[in-house]
């Protein structure tokens, strides 16, 4: 083996490495969200917590090569984060949603790794953070852009305290997600799961989240929706809608929990 190949193959071992681990707290932060959205003030899991974050800011430190300027070390830094509508910091994030956020600083990380591993240079794939990538689960590939767009202003709404916005955009997201996953199971298959009459566009949003569950599509986590998020259709005009933040995290926490069920390996 020549230099320029036996570097190759050290150089693909040691992203190997660095997704083995990124996979590795990429899981153990998915338990630790559904335990702080569970109970926020559970001692056991606020100790984890500190354990799993200081483990994240080693590995992103390293991955980063200790530059705060750096697109990682900066979208780690900004995870602890809420911000004003002016942009300015208000205060510190529930710790299930740092979790979640770092979560998906991980996966930013883990997708620009897998780029430089298949070859697409280190320009395109780590000196900038690559595109949003949640909802590649999704099977109708038009729609992905879409959520992706709507998962951002939907986490902006919560942030700048809109509600409303933040409830009603966060139910849109899961009502689509549920009905792209039924729509590809399809009828026939579904029959066994009790579903209603009609075609599934044409659903209650109550309906589809029943039959997806019963389908074993996704488990009981729709049960924690608030039940204004149950009939958030009816709720046309979200700047009239008195939604509180209580309701709208736990709208959000029910579509993290979702988005993992329709794609395990998240």
């Known amino acids: 083996m020549d230099d320029g190949l036996r570097a190759d193959a050290s150089r693909r071992a040691q992203i190997d490495t660095n997704l083995r681990h990124l996979d590795g707290l990429i899981h153990r932060g998915h338990h630790l969200y559904e335990a702080l959205a569970t109970d926020p003030s559970s001692s056991s899991a606020l100790a984890a917590n500190r354990v799993w974050q200081q483990d994240c800011g080693a590995a992103v430190n390293q991955l980063s090569g200790g530059s705060k300027a750096h697109w990682l070390a900066r979208s780690y830094s900004e995870a602890f984060l809420m911000r004003s509508t002016a942009g300015s910091v208000i205060a510190a994030a529930a710790p299930a949603e740092i979790v979640s956020r770092l979560v998906d600083v991980l996966e930013q990380a883990v997708t620009s790794l897998s780029r430089m591993r298949d070859g697409q240079g280190v320009s395109a794939s780590w000196e900038a953070p690559p595109s949003p990538r949640r909802f590649e689960f999704v099977h109708n590939p038009e729609l992905r852009p879409v959520l992706e767009q709507a998962f951002s202003d939907s986490r902006r709404a919560l942030e700048k305290g809109e509600f409303g916005h933040a409830l009603l955009t966060s139910c849109g997201i899961l009502e689509a997600m549920v009905t792209d996953a039924l729509e590809h199971k399809g009828l026939s298959a579904l029959a066994a799961a009790d579903p209603p009459a009609g075609k599934i566009v044409e659903w209650s949003f109550e309906a589809r989240l029943a039959v997806a569950e019963r389908a074993g599509?996704?488990?009981?986590?729709c049960s924690r929706l608030p039940p204004l998020a149950r009939r958030y259709r009816d709720l046309t005009d979200a700047d009239n809608v008195t939604v509180s933040e209580s309701d709208a995290r736990r709208a959000t926490?029910?579509?993290?929990?979702?988005?993992?069920?329709?794609?395990?390996?998240?």
């Open 217 to 221: 599509l996704i488990h009981s986590g």
């Open 253 to 266: 926490q029910v579509l993290h929990v979702v988005m993992r069920d329709l794609n395990p390996g998240r």
